[in-house]
């Protein structure tokens, strides 16, 4: 532990880094930087946080994660003068080919995660601690030091409302090893924020919480916070330091003033600024304290199980009516047996998403994010980074509002599996808010993304092994109704990621239908029906909506194309299929895209599917209809 005078002066070149950087760069967030470089350094190099340089990857290391991404020059600059970087490293500051970049990104070997997108952080933080607290409930750790997990909070971004979904829930779990630190500077991007310096209200908020709270009058004073830092914390409750502190601090021209956020000092004022820092000593070394390394454990956060498709799972006769969601729960118990870092998340729907199945025989690696699907996508993220593979689920229409937390996940490099239920109209009589109608949508358009989409409850159970083994982002979408079984077990064998299954086709076909998920089932029936009037037309199911399989879409492309979809036409299978066709160069015969075009209400599913033309009728009719053209022609 370094002594005060030692960390002023760390401070001061901490502060020449930030300014030489950002100014070199020609953007950056100097002023948001400067503001909590005394509650930073002095965590760093004379406080609680414990972190081995030569290791970043180790779970006996504490996690910094900077909540407020903007101030990245000042991560920066801690790890500069750490020594785990050089001058050239910060020159390079916000270049194309540089880890240094303008928000921390997981590039960046010291910060596990992508943060920028405010408000997310301390749920990223809390995630972790949940999984650093799972992994060593079992180990006998010679250090009997639990890791801790520190936040690094601006007051701009604790008006986002998923910081006190994570601020209930920490509380809730009693996560004593995550602490936030909350730089109280008073102004935001614009100008003063909500609360100003008013650090009592924000005491009595995350009072209210359940947090044990401690304020730093003055967030810029070595000693007052390295005595708070020292005192001794509760063990069963999170704990966040709240310090007054001045934007721009250590340069005059830029303390406390507006119209500086997001601007860096211009070149030709750099030497004034530097000049009131003082002389700095470019030779100092900030030592960080090493966790013990007798007790070194490895995190692998890419922890995925590739062979969970040859388990032996529940089998379902065919025929046998039973919703995919339902097969979702049991397939959930299966690959949990076999695989320990498997964790599952649930926003209160446990009981309908059937999660709750893996919370009876796992009840240690469930987590009840209660009505919060924000939160929970970003404690999922954490998790993962702890090396835990998460599945989450709600209603598919609830993950939407959970977008910005899983469009910021791909930036982490993370493996994350959703589960969304209750999709489409064909949920029934809860009505338009509870139909998850823009799912595939927004999980489309995540990049390299995964999803699929089961018909029957055999086949959600083989897909569902698929996503376990499957990188990245993953979605698969289950529906409310029961559903009879098509696929025996050993058909659902040959599934795989970006194919589908022809169930019906023949020499005289006169056109195909593509579709997935219920509107199969519809279009099976059609089929039937339009067979009585001696038209046949092909089935397939596309259960891999991304990828897609191509080749298939393109065996077919000389038919007349139908597709018939429970999903809005905008980003759903009509648009993939398309898609898929331009890919291969080629256009269809025709092509007729059945999806919801009506804004939907309650009814039953045989109902609504009626009233936005998906069901059996309107395939028979839509088929008719081209069957009529090419007669006529």
């Keep these: 532990m370094q002594s005060s ?89 916000r270049d194309h080919n540089s880890r240094l970049e303008g928000h921390p990104t997981p590039l960046f070997p010291y910060h596990d995660v992508e943060t920028g997108s405010l408000g997310q952080g301390l749920s990223i933080g809390l995630g972790m601690a949940l999984g650093i607290n799972l992994r060593t409930k079992n180990l006998e750790l010679r250090t009997n030091r639990k890791p801790i997990v520190f936040v690094l909070l601006g007051d701009s971004e604790v008006a986002e409302g998923q910081v006190w979904e994570a601020a209930e829930l920490a509380s809730h779990y009693k996560t004593s090893n995550l602490i936030a630190i909350l730089d109280v500077n008073r102004l935001g991007q614009r100008g003063e924020t909500m609360l100003g310096w008013d650090l009592q209200t924000y005491a009595d908020r995350f009072k209210a919480f359940g947090w044990n709270v401690a304020i730093i009058e003055d967030g810029h004073n070595i000693d007052e916070i390295q005595k708070a ?82 388990l032996t799972t529940t089998q379902y006769s065919l025929g046998e009516n039973i919703a995919t969601r339902q097969a979702y729960g049991d397939a959930l118990v299966e690959l949990g047996k076999s695989d320990d870092n498997l964790v599952v998340l649930d926003a209160e729907m446990s009981n309908s998403t059937f999660s709750e199945k893996f919370k009876r025989v796992f009840p240690n690696r469930f987590f009840e994010m209660f009505i919060a699907e924000q939160n929970m996508v970003s404690v999922a993220l954490g998790l993962s980074k ?74 959600a159970i083989q897909q569902l092994k698929l996503l376990h083994g499957q990188k990245g982002i993953n979605y698969l979408r289950t529906t409310r109704a029961t559903l009879p079984v098509l696929y025996t077990t050993e058909e659902t ?86 898609s898929a066709l331009a890919s291969t160069k080629l256009q269809a015969k025709s092509f007729d895209h ?40």
């Design 493 to 578: 064998k040959s599934m795989k990621i970006g194919g589908s299954k022809i169930l019906r086709q023949s020499q005289n076909d006169k056109a195909v239908v593509f579709t997935a998920g219920i509107t199969l089932h519809e279009a099976l029936k059609a089929r039937e029906a339009l067979k009585n009037e001696g038209i046949s037309v092909a089935i397939v199911d596309l259960y891999s909506i991304k990828p897609i399989d191509a080749e298939t879409i393109k065996k077919f492309a000389h038919l007349p194309i139908i597709v018939v979809e429970d999903h809005y036409a905008a980003g759903g299978i009509g648009e993939a299929v398309l």
């Design 594 to 633: 059945l999806c919801v075009h009506n804004i939907p209400h309650s009814g039953t599913p045989e109902e609504n599917l009626h009233y936005q033309e998906i069901d059996a009728s309107a395939i028979v009719k839509a088929v008719k209809a081209l069957h009529s053209i090419s007669h006529s022609i």
């Design 386 to 459: 702890i090396g835990f593979k998460p599945f989450i689920s709600t209603f598919g229409s609830f993950l939407t509002r959970a977008f910005d937390q899983i469009r910021m996940s791909q930036y982490s490099y993370v493996n994350l599996t959703f589960c969304g239920s209750h999709v489409g109209v064909s949920m029934g009589q809860d009505g338009s808010s509870q139909m998850g109608l823009e799912d595939i949508s927004m999980f489309r358009c995540v990049l390299n993304s995964t999803i699929l989409y089961p018909s029957d409850a055999n086949s």
């Design 5 to 93: 005078q030692e960390i002023q002066e760390l401070c001061k070149l901490v502060r020449h880094h930030i300014l030489t950087s950002t100014t070199h760069a020609g953007s950056g967030h100097p002023t948001s930087s400067l503001s909590a470089v005394e509650l930073i350094t002095t965590l760093f190099f004379s406080g609680p946080y414990h972190y081995n340089i030569d290791e970043p990857h180790i779970l006996n290391n504490d996690r910094f994660i900077l909540s407020k991404g903007h101030a990245s020059p000042l991560l920066y600059a801690l790890y500069r003068v750490a020594g785990a970087l050089t001058d050239d490293d910060l020159m390079k500051l």
């Design 229 to 310: 830092y020292q005192q001794t914390l509760p063990d069963n409750q999170p704990t966040i330091f709240i310090a007054k502190t001045i934007k721009g601090k250590g340069v005059s021209f830029l303390e406390n003033k507006e119209g500086w956020h997001g601007k860096p000092v211009p070149k030709d004022r750099l030497d004034e600024a530097l000049k009131e820092l003082g002389e700095v000593n470019y030779d100092l070394v900030g030592k960080i304290n090493s966790p013990d390394l007798n007790d070194q454990i490895s995190v692998v956060s890419d922890n995925l199980n590739t062979d969970s498709r040859e």
